[in-house]
Protein backbone atom coordinates (compact mmCIF):
# COMPACT_ATOMS: atom_id res chain seq x y z
CA UNK A 1 0.00 0.00 0.00
CA UNK A 2 1.05 3.61 0.70
CA UNK A 3 4.57 2.10 2.03
CA UNK A 4 5.42 1.80 -2.03
CA UNK A 5 4.72 4.54 -3.87
CA UNK A 6 4.98 3.34 -7.09
CA UNK A 7 2.05 0.92 -6.52
CA UNK A 8 -0.16 2.28 -4.01
CA UNK A 9 -2.88 4.48 -3.95
CA UNK A 10 -1.17 7.78 -4.47
CA UNK A 11 -2.66 9.88 -1.40
CA UNK A 12 -3.71 12.95 -2.58
CA UNK A 13 -2.39 15.44 -0.10
CA UNK A 14 -4.91 18.11 0.69
CA UNK A 15 -4.12 21.80 -0.97
CA UNK A 16 -3.67 24.06 1.62
CA UNK A 17 -6.97 25.20 1.20
CA UNK A 18 -8.73 23.00 1.74
CA UNK A 19 -7.11 22.18 5.46
CA UNK A 20 -8.17 25.58 6.42
CA UNK A 21 -9.79 25.68 9.75
CA UNK A 22 -12.74 27.22 7.80
CA UNK A 23 -13.01 24.31 5.49
CA UNK A 24 -16.38 23.34 6.23
CA UNK A 25 -17.27 23.60 2.99
CA UNK A 26 -14.02 21.16 1.67
CA UNK A 27 -15.06 18.60 -0.77
CA UNK A 28 -14.11 15.02 0.04
CA UNK A 29 -10.54 14.43 -0.96
CA UNK A 30 -10.48 12.37 -3.76
CA UNK A 31 -8.07 9.20 -3.58
CA UNK A 32 -6.57 7.23 -7.25
CA UNK A 33 -7.77 3.61 -7.42
CA UNK A 34 -5.49 1.06 -7.08
CA UNK A 35 -4.62 -0.61 -10.14
CA UNK A 36 -2.52 -3.27 -10.07
CA UNK A 37 -0.28 -3.39 -13.49
CA UNK A 38 -0.48 -6.53 -15.71
CA UNK A 39 3.03 -7.03 -14.92
CA UNK A 40 4.90 -6.30 -11.76
CA UNK A 41 7.97 -3.61 -12.13
CA UNK A 42 10.94 -5.36 -10.89
CA UNK A 43 12.28 -4.31 -7.72
CA UNK A 44 9.02 -3.10 -6.21
CA UNK A 45 6.99 -5.40 -3.84
CA UNK A 46 3.73 -4.71 -3.09
CA UNK A 47 2.15 -5.17 0.19
CA UNK A 48 -1.11 -7.25 0.26
CA UNK A 49 -2.15 -5.64 3.52
CA UNK A 50 -5.93 -3.89 2.11
CA UNK A 51 -6.08 -5.52 -1.21
CA UNK A 52 -9.30 -6.44 -1.87
CA UNK A 53 -10.24 -9.82 -3.06
CA UNK A 54 -10.17 -8.77 -7.30
CA UNK A 55 -6.93 -6.31 -6.53
CA UNK A 56 -5.09 -8.99 -4.28
CA UNK A 57 -6.19 -11.42 -7.60
CA UNK A 58 -4.56 -9.32 -10.22
CA UNK A 59 -1.52 -8.87 -7.99
CA UNK A 60 -0.77 -12.53 -8.21
CA UNK A 61 -1.16 -12.76 -11.71
CA UNK A 62 0.87 -10.18 -12.35
CA UNK A 63 3.60 -11.58 -10.56
CA UNK A 64 3.23 -14.89 -12.22
CA UNK A 65 0.56 -16.80 -10.86
CA UNK A 66 -1.35 -18.86 -13.37
CA UNK A 67 -5.05 -17.43 -14.06
CA UNK A 68 -6.36 -20.81 -13.80
CA UNK A 69 -4.95 -20.86 -9.83
CA UNK A 70 -5.12 -17.42 -8.90
CA UNK A 71 -8.63 -17.77 -6.76
CA UNK A 72 -7.23 -21.23 -4.94
CA UNK A 73 -4.25 -18.71 -4.09
CA UNK A 74 -6.15 -15.54 -2.85
CA UNK A 75 -8.33 -17.86 -0.76
CA UNK A 76 -5.26 -19.73 0.56
CA UNK A 77 -3.03 -16.51 1.06
CA UNK A 78 -6.22 -14.41 1.89
CA UNK A 79 -6.55 -16.84 5.41
CA UNK A 80 -2.47 -16.93 6.52
CA UNK A 81 -3.16 -13.26 6.21
CA UNK A 82 -6.25 -12.19 7.70
CA UNK A 83 -7.35 -15.90 9.66
CA UNK A 84 -3.79 -16.78 11.26
CA UNK A 85 -2.03 -13.41 10.87
CA UNK A 86 0.78 -14.99 9.33
CA UNK A 87 3.27 -12.11 7.90
CA UNK A 88 5.69 -14.05 6.52
CA UNK A 89 5.29 -16.32 3.61
CA UNK A 90 7.52 -19.03 4.74
CA UNK A 91 5.13 -20.26 7.04
CA UNK A 92 2.41 -20.59 4.87
CA UNK A 93 2.89 -23.92 4.43
CA UNK A 94 -0.15 -25.29 2.03
CA UNK A 95 2.10 -23.72 -0.92
CA UNK A 96 4.85 -25.12 -2.48
CA UNK A 97 8.32 -23.81 -1.37
CA UNK A 98 8.81 -21.70 -4.94
CA UNK A 99 5.57 -20.17 -4.66
CA UNK A 100 6.28 -19.17 -1.10
CA UNK A 101 9.91 -17.56 -2.25
CA UNK A 102 8.07 -15.77 -5.61
CA UNK A 103 5.78 -14.17 -2.89
CA UNK A 104 8.36 -13.34 -0.72
CA UNK A 105 10.33 -12.06 -3.89
CA UNK A 106 7.18 -9.81 -5.13
CA UNK A 107 4.97 -9.03 -2.24
CA UNK A 108 5.32 -7.86 1.67
CA UNK A 109 2.77 -8.20 4.60
CA UNK A 110 3.26 -4.70 6.58
CA UNK A 111 1.26 -3.09 9.22
CA UNK A 112 1.32 0.38 10.28
CA UNK A 113 4.24 1.09 13.09
CA UNK A 114 2.77 0.69 16.33
CA UNK A 115 4.86 3.53 18.07
CA UNK A 116 3.02 3.33 21.50
CA UNK A 117 0.84 2.09 24.03
CA UNK A 118 -1.22 3.48 26.76
CA UNK A 119 -3.00 1.31 29.40
CA UNK A 120 -6.11 3.41 31.35
CA UNK A 121 -6.62 2.45 34.97
CA UNK A 122 -10.04 1.14 33.55
CA UNK A 123 -7.83 -0.89 30.96
CA UNK A 124 -9.25 1.15 27.68
CA UNK A 125 -5.65 0.69 25.24
CA UNK A 126 -4.88 3.59 23.09
CA UNK A 127 -2.46 3.08 20.75
CA UNK A 128 -0.24 5.49 18.73
CA UNK A 129 0.03 3.86 14.96
CA UNK A 130 2.76 5.54 12.35
CA UNK A 131 1.84 5.49 8.94
CA UNK A 132 3.65 6.21 5.59
CA UNK A 133 5.18 9.88 5.75
CA UNK A 134 5.41 9.60 9.42
CA UNK A 135 2.21 10.83 10.05
CA UNK A 136 0.28 9.54 13.39
CA UNK A 137 -3.52 8.55 14.44
CA UNK A 138 -4.33 7.47 17.41
CA UNK A 139 -6.38 3.90 17.33
CA UNK A 140 -8.36 2.88 21.15
CA UNK A 141 -9.92 -0.43 22.42
CA UNK A 142 -12.38 -0.50 25.18
CA UNK A 143 -12.84 -3.80 27.18
CA UNK A 144 -16.23 -4.08 28.25
CA UNK A 145 -18.01 -7.19 29.80
CA UNK A 146 -18.84 -9.96 27.10
CA UNK A 147 -16.87 -7.34 24.02
CA UNK A 148 -14.05 -5.34 23.20
CA UNK A 149 -14.97 -2.40 21.23
CA UNK A 150 -11.93 -0.96 18.59
CA UNK A 151 -12.50 2.97 17.49
CA UNK A 152 -9.96 2.98 14.50
CA UNK A 153 -9.01 6.57 12.77
CA UNK A 154 -9.75 6.82 9.06
CA UNK A 155 -7.44 10.19 8.62
CA UNK A 156 -5.08 12.17 9.91
CA UNK A 157 -6.65 15.00 11.24
CA UNK A 158 -10.12 16.30 9.74
CA UNK A 159 -11.12 18.95 7.29
CA UNK A 160 -14.12 19.39 9.74
CA UNK A 161 -13.78 21.54 12.91
CA UNK A 162 -16.41 20.49 15.29
CA UNK A 163 -15.74 21.93 18.03
CA UNK A 164 -16.34 19.56 21.00
CA UNK A 165 -13.84 17.64 19.36
CA UNK A 166 -9.64 17.82 19.81
CA UNK A 167 -9.28 15.83 16.38
CA UNK A 168 -11.01 18.82 14.90
CA UNK A 169 -8.00 21.19 16.18
CA UNK A 170 -5.81 19.43 13.64
CA UNK A 171 -5.85 19.91 10.44
CA UNK A 172 -6.20 17.47 7.82
CA UNK A 173 -3.11 15.84 6.68
CA UNK A 174 -4.18 13.08 4.58
CA UNK A 175 -6.76 10.37 3.89
CA UNK A 176 -5.85 6.96 5.42
CA UNK A 177 -5.30 4.07 2.52
CA UNK A 178 -7.42 0.68 3.10
CA UNK A 179 -4.55 -1.11 4.29
CA UNK A 180 -3.58 1.97 7.05
CA UNK A 181 -7.49 1.15 8.25
CA UNK A 182 -6.93 -2.49 8.20
CA UNK A 183 -4.05 -2.43 9.77
CA UNK A 184 -5.21 -0.31 12.70
CA UNK A 185 -7.71 -3.44 13.45
CA UNK A 186 -4.51 -6.29 12.96
CA UNK A 187 -2.28 -4.23 14.74
CA UNK A 188 -4.36 -3.78 17.89
CA UNK A 189 -5.32 -7.91 17.48
CA UNK A 190 -1.36 -8.16 17.51
CA UNK A 191 -1.20 -6.71 21.03
CA UNK A 192 -4.05 -8.45 21.94
CA UNK A 193 -2.75 -11.57 20.85
CA UNK A 194 -5.98 -12.49 19.37
CA UNK A 195 -4.86 -14.55 16.09
CA UNK A 196 -5.63 -18.13 16.69
CA UNK A 197 -2.48 -20.71 16.18
CA UNK A 198 -2.58 -22.23 12.27
CA UNK A 199 -4.51 -24.92 12.95
CA UNK A 200 -6.08 -24.02 15.62
CA UNK A 201 -9.99 -22.72 15.68
CA UNK A 202 -10.08 -18.99 16.49
CA UNK A 203 -12.12 -18.91 20.13
CA UNK A 204 -15.83 -18.33 20.74
CA UNK A 205 -15.34 -15.33 22.35
CA UNK A 206 -13.66 -11.96 20.35
CA UNK A 207 -11.24 -9.68 22.39
CA UNK A 208 -12.18 -7.12 18.94
CA UNK A 209 -15.69 -8.11 18.53
CA UNK A 210 -16.75 -4.74 17.68
CA UNK A 211 -14.92 -1.95 15.53
CA UNK A 212 -16.27 2.01 15.06
CA UNK A 213 -14.89 4.29 12.75
CA UNK A 214 -15.56 6.67 15.38
CA UNK A 215 -11.90 7.95 15.79
CA UNK A 216 -9.81 10.89 13.72
CA UNK A 217 -11.56 11.80 10.50
CA UNK A 218 -14.53 11.98 9.05
CA UNK A 219 -15.35 8.37 7.05
CA UNK A 220 -17.25 9.50 4.82
CA UNK A 221 -14.48 11.79 3.21
CA UNK A 222 -12.42 8.74 2.63
CA UNK A 223 -15.17 6.19 1.75
CA UNK A 224 -13.60 3.87 -0.80
CA UNK A 225 -10.90 3.13 1.64
CA UNK A 226 -13.01 2.65 4.46
CA UNK A 227 -15.11 0.46 2.41
CA UNK A 228 -12.32 -1.67 0.95
CA UNK A 229 -11.04 -1.38 4.59
CA UNK A 230 -14.29 -2.75 6.32
CA UNK A 231 -14.97 -5.62 3.33
CA UNK A 232 -11.37 -6.75 4.07
CA UNK A 233 -12.55 -6.94 8.21
CA UNK A 234 -16.35 -8.69 7.18
CA UNK A 235 -14.89 -10.93 5.35
CA UNK A 236 -15.76 -14.76 6.66
CA UNK A 237 -12.76 -16.19 5.62
CA UNK A 238 -10.59 -13.49 7.54
CA UNK A 239 -10.97 -11.51 10.34
CA UNK A 240 -14.87 -11.87 10.13
CA UNK A 241 -16.45 -9.74 12.00
CA UNK A 242 -19.92 -9.28 11.02
CA UNK A 243 -21.29 -6.25 9.86
CA UNK A 244 -23.62 -5.46 12.78
CA UNK A 245 -20.32 -5.06 14.19
CA UNK A 246 -19.21 -2.38 13.01
CA UNK A 247 -20.70 0.87 13.03
CA UNK A 248 -19.61 4.00 11.07
CA UNK A 249 -20.58 7.49 12.62
CA UNK A 250 -20.56 10.76 10.36
CA UNK A 251 -20.39 14.26 10.79
CA UNK A 252 -23.32 14.31 8.15
CA UNK A 253 -22.02 14.31 4.60
CA UNK A 254 -25.43 13.91 3.58
CA UNK A 255 -24.76 12.62 -0.70
CA UNK A 256 -22.89 10.05 1.00
CA UNK A 257 -24.91 8.39 3.89
CA UNK A 258 -26.77 5.62 1.60
CA UNK A 259 -23.61 4.53 0.17
CA UNK A 260 -22.94 2.99 3.80
CA UNK A 261 -25.65 0.95 3.51
CA UNK A 262 -25.45 -0.13 -0.11
CA UNK A 263 -21.92 -0.64 -0.22
CA UNK A 264 -20.64 -1.36 3.09
CA UNK A 265 -23.59 -2.81 5.02
CA UNK A 266 -22.27 -1.98 8.82
CA UNK A 267 -24.25 0.17 11.49
CA UNK A 268 -24.74 4.18 11.02
CA UNK A 269 -24.22 6.31 13.68
CA UNK A 270 -25.21 10.11 13.24
CA UNK A 271 -22.82 12.70 15.58
CA UNK A 272 -25.74 14.82 16.12
CA UNK A 273 -24.95 16.89 19.03
CA UNK A 274 -27.86 19.82 18.69
CA UNK A 275 -31.69 20.44 18.39
CA UNK A 276 -31.06 23.72 16.32
CA UNK A 277 -29.52 24.92 12.93
CA UNK A 278 -27.93 27.71 15.22
CA UNK A 279 -26.63 25.71 17.76
CA UNK A 280 -25.57 22.70 15.39
CA UNK A 281 -23.79 24.93 13.13
CA UNK A 282 -21.46 25.72 15.68
CA UNK A 283 -20.89 22.30 17.02
CA UNK A 284 -20.98 20.69 13.70
CA UNK A 285 -20.16 23.05 11.13
CA UNK A 286 -21.22 20.92 8.35
CA UNK A 287 -24.15 21.53 9.24
CA UNK A 288 -23.76 24.72 7.47
CA UNK A 289 -23.95 22.58 4.41
CA UNK A 290 -25.93 20.14 5.39
CA UNK A 291 -28.68 21.39 8.36
CA UNK A 292 -30.96 19.41 10.17
CA UNK A 293 -33.48 18.61 7.98
CA UNK A 294 -31.28 17.98 4.98
CA UNK A 295 -30.17 15.20 7.34
CA UNK A 296 -32.61 14.03 8.58
CA UNK A 297 -34.35 13.65 5.22
CA UNK A 298 -31.55 11.44 4.07
CA UNK A 299 -31.92 9.23 7.03
CA UNK A 300 -35.66 9.08 6.52
CA UNK A 301 -34.91 7.29 3.40
CA UNK A 302 -31.73 5.24 4.82
CA UNK A 303 -32.01 1.81 2.52
CA UNK A 304 -31.48 -0.20 5.89
CA UNK A 305 -33.65 1.57 8.19
CA UNK A 306 -35.32 -1.00 10.31
CA UNK A 307 -36.10 -1.17 14.44
CA UNK A 308 -33.25 -4.00 13.96
CA UNK A 309 -30.92 -1.71 12.40
CA UNK A 310 -31.68 1.20 13.91
CA UNK A 311 -29.79 4.36 13.43
CA UNK A 312 -27.55 5.63 16.93
CA UNK A 313 -27.88 9.72 17.20
CA UNK A 314 -24.59 10.50 19.74
CA UNK A 315 -25.18 13.41 21.52
CA UNK A 316 -22.16 15.24 23.86
CA UNK A 317 -23.11 16.57 26.61
CA UNK A 318 -22.11 20.36 26.92
CA UNK A 319 -23.23 22.30 29.90
CA UNK A 320 -25.77 24.79 29.31
CA UNK A 321 -25.19 24.67 25.38
CA UNK A 322 -27.57 21.55 24.54
CA UNK A 323 -28.47 19.96 27.32
CA UNK A 324 -31.81 21.43 28.53
CA UNK A 325 -34.81 19.91 28.95
CA UNK A 326 -35.77 21.86 25.65
CA UNK A 327 -33.24 20.34 24.07
CA UNK A 328 -34.25 16.90 24.82
CA UNK A 329 -38.23 17.78 23.50
CA UNK A 330 -36.92 18.78 20.40
CA UNK A 331 -34.74 15.92 19.84
CA UNK A 332 -37.40 13.92 20.31
CA UNK A 333 -39.81 15.70 17.98
CA UNK A 334 -37.15 15.58 15.25
CA UNK A 335 -36.27 12.20 15.12
CA UNK A 336 -39.52 11.14 14.79
CA UNK A 337 -40.33 8.03 12.92
CA UNK A 338 -36.46 7.34 12.74
CA UNK A 339 -35.88 3.69 13.94
CA UNK A 340 -33.01 5.18 16.38
CA UNK A 341 -31.17 5.05 19.80
CA UNK A 342 -29.87 8.06 21.43
CA UNK A 343 -26.09 7.56 22.85
CA UNK A 344 -25.53 10.53 25.72
CA UNK A 345 -21.44 10.84 26.05
CA UNK A 346 -20.64 13.02 28.75
CA UNK A 347 -18.34 15.82 27.16
CA UNK A 348 -14.69 14.81 27.83
CA UNK A 349 -12.33 17.75 27.99
CA UNK A 350 -9.00 18.55 26.43
CA UNK A 351 -6.69 21.22 27.10
CA UNK A 352 -8.01 24.60 25.31
CA UNK A 353 -11.87 22.64 24.96
CA UNK A 354 -14.28 25.96 25.11
CA UNK A 355 -17.44 23.72 26.85
CA UNK A 356 -17.99 21.93 29.94
CA UNK A 357 -19.51 18.58 30.73
CA UNK A 358 -22.94 18.48 31.59
CA UNK A 359 -23.73 17.96 35.43
CA UNK A 360 -25.10 14.05 35.94
CA UNK A 361 -28.10 15.00 37.08
CA UNK A 362 -28.67 17.03 33.83
CA UNK A 363 -27.51 14.45 32.11
CA UNK A 364 -29.88 11.80 33.13
CA UNK A 365 -33.10 14.10 33.47
CA UNK A 366 -32.53 14.58 29.43
CA UNK A 367 -32.18 11.01 29.27
CA UNK A 368 -35.34 10.17 30.88
CA UNK A 369 -37.23 12.38 28.67
CA UNK A 370 -35.23 10.33 25.96
CA UNK A 371 -36.23 7.14 27.25
CA UNK A 372 -40.31 8.25 28.21
CA UNK A 373 -40.68 9.16 24.77
CA UNK A 374 -39.55 5.30 23.34
CA UNK A 375 -35.86 5.55 22.82
CA UNK A 376 -33.14 4.02 24.44
CA UNK A 377 -30.74 6.53 25.08
CA UNK A 378 -27.68 5.06 27.35
CA UNK A 379 -25.27 7.51 28.83
CA UNK A 380 -21.71 6.73 27.78
CA UNK A 381 -19.22 5.62 30.24
CA UNK A 382 -16.25 7.76 29.49
CA UNK A 383 -13.61 5.16 29.67
CA UNK A 384 -9.87 5.82 29.10
CA UNK A 385 -9.90 9.74 30.38
CA UNK A 386 -6.41 9.64 32.07
CA UNK A 387 -4.66 9.01 29.02
CA UNK A 388 -6.59 11.38 26.92
CA UNK A 389 -8.57 8.52 25.03
CA UNK A 390 -11.95 9.42 25.54
CA UNK A 391 -14.22 10.14 22.79
CA UNK A 392 -13.68 13.46 21.27
CA UNK A 393 -10.07 13.55 22.56
CA UNK A 394 -7.89 12.10 19.89
CA UNK A 395 -5.56 13.56 18.25
CA UNK A 396 -1.76 12.44 17.31
CA UNK A 397 0.57 12.82 19.75
CA UNK A 398 2.76 14.99 17.71
CA UNK A 399 0.31 17.66 16.92
CA UNK A 400 -0.89 17.47 20.48
CA UNK A 401 2.73 18.26 21.26
CA UNK A 402 3.01 21.34 19.23
CA UNK A 403 2.56 24.61 21.24
CA UNK A 404 -1.43 24.99 21.73
CA UNK A 405 -2.57 27.72 19.61
CA UNK A 406 -5.66 29.89 20.76
CA UNK A 407 -8.75 28.24 19.75
CA UNK A 408 -10.71 31.19 17.71
CA UNK A 409 -13.97 29.34 18.26
CA UNK A 410 -16.48 29.86 20.89
CA UNK A 411 -19.99 29.16 21.41
CA UNK A 412 -22.27 32.76 20.90
S1 LIG B 1 -16.15 14.90 15.41
FE1 LIG B 1 -15.36 13.69 13.68
S2 LIG B 1 -15.86 14.93 11.87
FE2 LIG B 1 -15.98 16.32 13.65
S3 LIG B 1 -13.92 17.24 13.81
FE3 LIG B 1 -13.96 15.42 15.14
S4 LIG B 1 -13.09 13.78 13.85
FE4 LIG B 1 -13.75 15.46 12.46
Redo the contacts with the bound molecule.
Keep these: MAYIAILTLRQIACDKASTERSATMTAPITQDVLTIPRKLPEGVRINLVGLTRPQLRDALIAAGTPEKQAKMRVGQIWQWVYYWGVRDFARMTNLAKDYRALLADRFEIVLPELVSRQISADGTRKYLVRIAGGHEVEVVYIPEEGRGTLCISS?VG?????S?????TQKLVRNLTAGEIVGQVMLARDDLGEWPEPGEGAGADRLVSNVVL?????PLYNFDAVRDAMGIVMDGEGIALGRRRITL???GVVPEIARCATEIGCQLAI?FHATTDEVRDQL?P?NKRWNIKALLDTLREYPRLSNSERITFEYVMLKGVNDSDADARRLVKLIAGIPAKINLIPFNEWPGSPYERSDWERIEAFADIIYKAGYASPIRTPRGEDIMAAC?Q?KSATERARKTRPDPRAMP
Excluded at 158 to 162: A, E, I
Excluded at 214 to 218: F, I, K, T, V
Design positions: QCTLTCFCHTGMGMGESTSSVIGL
